[in-house]
């Protein structure tokens, strides 16, 4: 088993390879210049490489990229293995990175947030107070309400 530095460098070349080769030597219409690799994660035993790429476009478009990549599998397989130089070159998987889908939906829940926060924000806008608008008390108010005590005992 590689240790785990060994396994990110591979990844890291695996990823700046199938990057290179995407742009400058497969010709398939299909992966045009909306694919962009993402993240590349290495099996602890180096024999199996899983490539995360994102595409810029619809459904229609991301379908026919995830078609065109593994049809040049093996073209990127081979370059891996002539850049890395290790005894078994690992094999490609290509997994469509669910990030960009994530993050829409996150932005998507701080727009209703900010939108219920506006809301109560107008709401609140013209309220007053349950009770007094300071409702701690103070050092001071203390010693008055000890005087007012000693008073009231004396006078008795």
Known sequence: MADNARAKRLADLIREVVAQKLQRGIKDPRLGSHVTITDTRVTGDLREATVFYTVYG???????????????KGILRSEVGKAAGVKFTPTLTFVM????????????????????????????????????????????????????????????
């Open 58 to 72: 619809d459904d229609e478009e991301r379908a026919a990229a995830g078609a065109g990549l593994e049809s040049a």
């Open 97 to 156: 990175d669910a990030l960009p889908d994530t993050a829409r939906n996150i932005e998507d829940l701080l727009d209703k947030a900010r939108q219920s926060d506006e809301k109560v924000r107008e709401a609140s806008a013209g309220a007053a107070y349950a009770g007094e608008a300071d409702p701690y008390r103070k050092p001071g108010d203390d010693d008055e309400a000890v005087e007012a005590d000693e008073t009231d005992d004396t006078a008795k």
